[in-house]
């Protein structure tokens, strides 16, 4: 992997390919973790999202992401998570992608440890109606993921949900973003890590509350059919800017913060 932004000159008489990259690695080994590093924030949560995409916005190929990905792409993943505090999901990406609970390896949980996080993140999951089976493979980790309902759900399916999960049944007919990030911020959860769906994103980005988006880009072309990166209309445009850019076999991996009201 190698580091196209920001970029760094090589030094005299060293050839291109050896400038170094984020951690002072050389541009051939990227040190991940410093790439992507997430201090807490001073105040409040904060929201990173990450998401893979086709060169024509395409978030998926036949209902999953995996079509998408690479060995770069999964690397990357594997890092946003071990910054997080929590990992949101909607039901329809747990469902569709089978999301199992997230369960570090020893490296990875002495890392978090190191920088005061649990050994692992908490997977939250987003759900109106409370569909989300009983066979779902993170209902069988060893953690008990916390399940953020709207209050329209169905009393059955709150019974269910409450016997294998944390059940949080916000006030809202369709959890909002505000209560969804009040329910988070309550626990302790100040990093929080988006990982879809389209219909997820739309949401956080229709409420400005995405700040920052970490996108690869495959080098693929999809036409329509699949689903799109953001699902729904926002009131407004949303403008980022690009701080970030690593390169792998023809993959983009963008780093993007949210543009602040002074342009910065």
């Known amino acids: 992997m190698r580091v196209l932004l920001p970029y760094a000159p090589p030094a005299a008489g060293r050839p291109a390919t050896g400038r170094p990259a984020p951690g002072g690695r050389a541009a051939d080994e990227v040190d991940l973790a410093a790439a992507y590093a997430w201090p807490a924030p001073t105040t409040g949560v904060s929201v990173r999202v990450n998401f893979v995409a086709s060169l024509d916005g395409a978030a998926a190929t036949d209902g999953h992401s995996k079509g998408l990905s690479s060995p770069g792409d999964r690397r990357v993943f594997s890092v946003l998570r071990s910054w997080a505090d929590v990992i949101l999901a909607g039901a329809g990406t747990v469902r569709a992608e089978r999301y199992r609970a997230p369960n570090p390896d020893a490296t990875t949980r002495a890392a978090r440890r190191a920088r005061g996080l649990a050994e692992a993140p908490t997977l939250a999951v987003v759900t ?23 209050s329209g759900i ?11 999960a944390e059940l949080d049944v916000l006030r809202e007919q369709r959890p909002g973003v505000g ?36 996108l690869t880009v495959a080098p693929l072309l999809v036409g329509l059919g699949p689903a799109r990166l953001v699902e729904g209309v926002l009131g407004a445009p949303r403008r980022f800017r690009l701080v970030q850019v690593l390169e792998e076999d023809g993959f983009l991996f963008l780093r993007l913060q949210r543009r602040q009201p002074d342009g910065h």
Not at 128 to 150: H, I
Not at 154 to 164: Q, V
């Open 179 to 214: 209560a969804i990030l009040d329910a988070l911020g309550r626990r302790g959860y100040r990093r929080i890590l988006c990982e879809g769906g389209p219909g997820l994103l739309a949401t956080l980005a229709d409420a400005d509350a995405v700040d920052e988006l970490c």
């Open 128 to 150: 109106g109606s409370g569909d989300l089976p009983a066979d779902l493979p993170c209902f069988d980790g060893p953690a008990r993921p916390l399940v953020l309902a709207g």
């Open 154 to 164: 169905p009393e059955h399916a709150a019974r269910n949900l409450a016997a294998r």
